[in-house]
Structures are given as structure tokens and as C-alpha cells.
């Protein structure tokens, strides 16, 4: 019951942002540029590992990225099927 409701309100969460102004893809684009941004900023590496560090979390976010997508078209097939 409670992974139901989970699933419920995860859908009417990003049912509510696609039904703004920004789509979803938009969304996702802006979080991640903020992302990056708060990391330049706030990150206090020598210049030599910054290159390194960005090819790291690139394939993270990527990979990251995959899981979410296949996680949420999993929820979204489970509440269109019921």
C-alpha cells in the first residue's frame, strides 16, 4: 500500500511539473546546470584533478540519469496498467 502511494505521488509530482510552463526535459536541464554550477563554485580542487573530477561525475550523472529514467517508466507502466 505504502509503495502504491509512493508511486501515486510521484506521478502527480511530475504530472505537476510537466504541466507547467518548463516540460520536463527543461527541468532537468536547469537542475542539472544549477548543479554544476553550485559545484564550480563551492568545489576547492587544485587545477590539475578539476578535469579528472568532471569526467568522473559526467559518467556518474549519466548513469545516474539511466537508473532514474528506467525507475520512473517503471512506476509510470505499474499506475497506467491498474
Known sequence: M??????????FLSHSVLSQDMSF???KASVKMEKRIFLTENLE???DEIS??????DKYE???SLIVDKRFS?????????
Request: cysteine-free; glycine content about 0%.
Open 2 to 11: 505504502k509503495n502504491k502511494f509512493i508511486a501515486v505521488l510521484l506521478l
Open 25 to 27: 526535459q527543461d527541468t
Open 45 to 47: 580542487l587544485p587545477s
Open 52 to 57: 579528472k573530477f568532471w569526467v568522473i561525475y
Open 62 to 64: 549519466y548513469e545516474r
Open 74 to 82: 517503471i512506476i509510470k507502466d505499474a499506475f497506467v496498467q491498474e
